[in-house]
């Protein structure tokens, strides 16, 4: 369950979560991305910050909008209760409460956290999908279909090496 210690920890307004402390599946507005206290700009970070930032897969990944390998990421199989962080900026953008066992080799989640991420179209492959990002710094996390589980239906389906787990224990 996401505490409000965890939450106030990690940087995450409770102000849209319900009685339960479970937070909605609203995304991101991409002209007010979420402020960091760290005074980093992070949506205007130059390609060559990233890369002084980065290795050279989390740079693929979050910032050319590649994909790692299925089943390659430890964060398939983490199960403790924490939250999901971007690996780019450190916005929390999942709780452990809605990830759950895709199949897919990749860690899913059936909602992210309020205002977490933005959405666009994608039409790189044969079929339309709908991809998602960092709704802070922009990085690409993965993309989101229609064949998750209740209560929402969806999978948010996310590259593990675009996360960052943050333990409940150490927050």
Request: hydrophobic letters at 30%.
């Amino acid at each position: 369950m996401l505490t409000r210690r965890l939450a106030l920890l990690s940087g995450i307004s409770l102000a849209a979560c319900g009685p339960a402390n479970s937070c909605s599946a609203n995304t991101g507005s991409a002209s007010t991305p979420p402020a960091s206290d760290d005074g980093i700009d992070w949506a205007n970070l130059t390609e060559a910050q990233w890369r002084e930032r980065l290795t050279p897969p989390e740079f693929n990944v979050l910032r050319r909008e590649g994909t790692e390998r299925p089943g390659s990421s430890p964060l398939n199989q983490e199960t403790r209760e924490g939250i999901y962080a971007c690996a780019g900026c450190g916005l929390p953008l999942f709780s452990s409460e809605t990830k759950y066992e895709s199949g897919t080799g990749w860690p899913s989640f059936w909602q992210p956290l309020d205002g977490a991420v933005d959405t666009k179209p994608d039409y790189r492959i044969w079929t339309p999908r709908t991809e998602y990002h960092c709704a802070r710094c922009g990085g690409h996390q993965g993309h989101v279909f229609e064949d998750g589980p209740p209560p929402t239906g969806q999978r948010w389906c996310n590259n593990g090496i675009a996360l960052r787990f943050i333990p409940a224990s150490e927050a």
